[in-house]
């Protein structure tokens, strides 16, 4: 590879396709009911980030790189590296201060994300882009830049080896492409309807097509051969309908598409990283009219720091946020938030960002961190309040590192209940106040799946007194001969809440537990599908479903009673949920809905801190919702 220096034009049309791109982004994290497709604004970025990073490497002609590869690496750790690690370090002294019950889980994020591997360190752990409870990762959105750190790591040489082997530009493209179409592919066959995506969402294998895809489109349609001479009238028409269509598609998918179809994950975001690669062509080209909108001096400003806008915009919005806003966005808290990222974008722009990329580590130390007491006072004011700062936000960070702090959430986890099963009568015959959970755990083994012995337990369920009660249990028994609840984490809050009222209620609840499991538990209970009984389900925390899979589980009680139960959780899928349940209540006679949503929704009190799990208020309360829809029956 020769030394030659970088070799591309500024094209201002692309800061605004990132200005986009980052807005959609942010307002999908905002939970706006209008982009739940805004999580493809990272596709944008993606296949952007191939196509401008081969475009500035290739050559113009032979097999010989624009650009030396130490040279390429370190113009990339010179622009992503600094403003990201101050970013992991500021957001992680914050939470140190202030939001140490995510100490436990940021530890392990942050190294992560130092290294540039976080994606596959929240595959390995099971951290959901999309169903994370109570607060989530403020570093969880750098996974989009560890997949781009490493394709810039193993791209140059790909593309190296791939002109010295295939010599034509035109040839290599096919491969390029094939390689994309393979990625695709493996997404699709990876992906398990109505499980959580975020294995082939977060995986480099699973999303490189979309980076494969810029750098097949800076093969066949490069950037520094793009003229506007000898370009006829008819060309320049078609040209600016075909960017306008493009454009189009690109806001209808940030509107309508959302993360639980199908479709996306099988073909659909391929479809939609061949419509940005148009949309990206047709920008680029110095005739396009929609690139001159686009140029437009806000977008261009978005755009150029979009980077910032990007790492700090999560980070704030999820420090910044109490979890029972989270999916109810308080709008007055949001202009806060924007303004806020805005502002520190501008300064990491500003003070980080350039002054690195174009001095140098070397240069910027000696300017602007290097400390000489005999200078002290000719500082600035703003220079010796990040004299002061910054290494006490490096004390605070390495203290919460090394678990000083945050050790009593580790202890309370341990002790958690993550799964209840209570049959009938029997279960409280078999149990005494006095057991203990682990106690429980390994005498009753027979209401408690073998692999779950060492980490479930069933909670303590005093017999029910006779006095109050008894109105309430012969009523039942009046209406049902038995009762089955199947549900997950919440239904475990209120497991002895129900036994007290019903005795002889069935219960089974498992932590986490989505729809699609519990379509393979409903034979066991097969016994409950009859015109005498009735079924509560409670399910839908955790994620949202199929159409077939609530089907399915419905009709596993098509003779019963059935009670569903709709969703408070502080996540994007809530309104989904909630949706497909109503839908469901209308369709069939058999199903009634009890509406959880809108009794708990303006009372932070019911829930624990994490906005899903239920405090004693919230238990009460959701206990006589189903007491008073079963006795209303």
């Not at 596709?43 to 475009?55: A, E, P, Q, R």
């Not at 097969?526 to 509560?536: E, G, L, M, T």
Request: aromatic share 12%; proline share 4%.
């Amino acid at each position: 590879m020769s030394g030659k220096t970088f070799n591309h034009r500024y094209i201002p049309g692309l800061d605004g396709i990132r200005a986009l791109a980052v807005l959609a982004v942010i307002a999908y994290h905002f939970n706006f009911s209008w982009a739940s497709g805004g999580f493809l604004g990272v596709d944008i970025f993606f296949v952007l980030s191939g196509y401008l990073i081969t475009s500035t490497i290739l050559p113009l002609k032979g097999n010989q790189l624009t650009v030396g590869l130490g040279k390429f690496w370190l113009g990339r750790f010179r622009r992503l590296l600094p403003a990201a690690y101050v970013m992991i370090i500021t957001s992680f002294a914050w939470a140190t201060l202030f939001h140490q019950e995510l100490l436990n889980t940021l530890r392990g994020d942050a190294i992560s994300s130092i290294f540039y591997s976080s994606n596959w360190w929240f595959i390995f752990h099971k951290l959901s882009y999309f169903d994370s409870f109570g607060s989530p990762s403020p570093l969880k959105n750098l996974w989009s830049l560890a997949i781009e750190e490493q394709f810039y790591i193993i791209w140059p040489i790909l593309l190296m080896i791939g002109l010295y082997i295939v010599k034509k530009q035109s040839k290599l493209a096919i491969f390029i492409f094939i390689g994309a179409l393979c990625s695709a592919t493996l997404m699709g066959i990876l992906y398990e309807p109505g499980a959580d995506p975020s294995r082939v969402y977060y995986g480099t294998d699973t999303r490189c097509f979309e980076l494969l895809i810029g750098c097949w489109l800076a093969l066949v349609w490069p950037m520094k051969r793009l003229s506007s001479q000898k370009l006829s009238t008819d060309h320049v028409n078609k040209l600016n309908i075909i960017s306008v269509v493009a454009f189009t598609i690109f806001i209808l998918s940030i509107i309508f598409v959302d993360e639980y179809q199908t479709f996306l994950y099988r073909g659909g975001m391929f479809l939609f990283c061949l419509n940005a690669a148009v949309l990206i062509a047709c920008v680029c080209h110095p005739i396009s009219f929609l690139g001159k909108i686009l140029s437009l001096k806000p977008l261009r400003w978005l755009g150029s720091r979009s980077y910032g806008i990007y790492l700090w915009h999560y980070p704030i919005i999820v420090l910044g946020t109490p979890v029972h806003e989270i999916g109810n966005p308080s709008y007055w808290r949001v202009a806060l938030q924007l303004v806020l990222i805005l502002i520190i974008a501008e300064l990491s722009y500003r003070f980080i960002e350039m002054p690195i990329r174009k001095e140098g580590f070397r240069s910027y130390y000696r300017q602007y961190l290097k400390f000489n007491k005999n200078k002290w006072g000719s500082f600035s004011v703003t220079r010796k309040i990040s004299t002061v700062l910054i290494p006490l936000c490096l004390l605070v960070f390495l203290t919460g590192m090394t678990g000083v702090v945050g050790k009593e959430q580790t202890e309370s986890k341990e002790s958690q209940i993550t799964e209840v099963k209570i049959n009938g009568a029997e279960s409280a015959a078999k149990q005494d106040d006095t057991v203990t959970k682990k106690e429980t755990a390994e005498s009753d083994s027979s209401n408690v799946e073998d692999e779950k012995v060492e980490t479930s337990t069933q909670p303590d369920i005093k017999e029910p007194e006779q006095e109050e009660d008894d109105t309430a249990a012969n009523a039942i028994d009046e209406s049902y001969t038995g009762i089955l609840a199947i549900g997950d984490s919440v239904m475990i809050d209120i497991a002895k809440s129900l036994h007290q009222v019903y005795p002889n209620i069935t219960i089974d609840a498992k932590i986490g537990r989505q729809v699609s499991q519990a379509v393979k538990l409903a034979p066991n209970y097969a016994s409950f599908n009859q015109p005498d009984k009735a079924v509560i389900i409670q399910l839908g925390t955790n994620g949202f479903f199929s159409n077939d899979q609530i089907d399915a589980l419905l009709g596993a009680f098509s003779n019963a009673d059935i009670y569903l139960v709709n969703a408070r959780v502080p996540r994007p899928w809530e309104g989904k949920v909630n949706y497909s349940l109503q839908q469901k209540a209308q369709e069939h006679d058999n199903i009634t809905l009890i509406d959880w949503h809108s009794a708990a929704i303006n009372h932070p009190e019911f829930f624990a801190p994490d906005g899903v799990h239920l405090e004693q208020k919230g238990i009460d309360t959701l206990t006589n919702l189903i007491q008073q829809s079963i006795d209303n029956h």
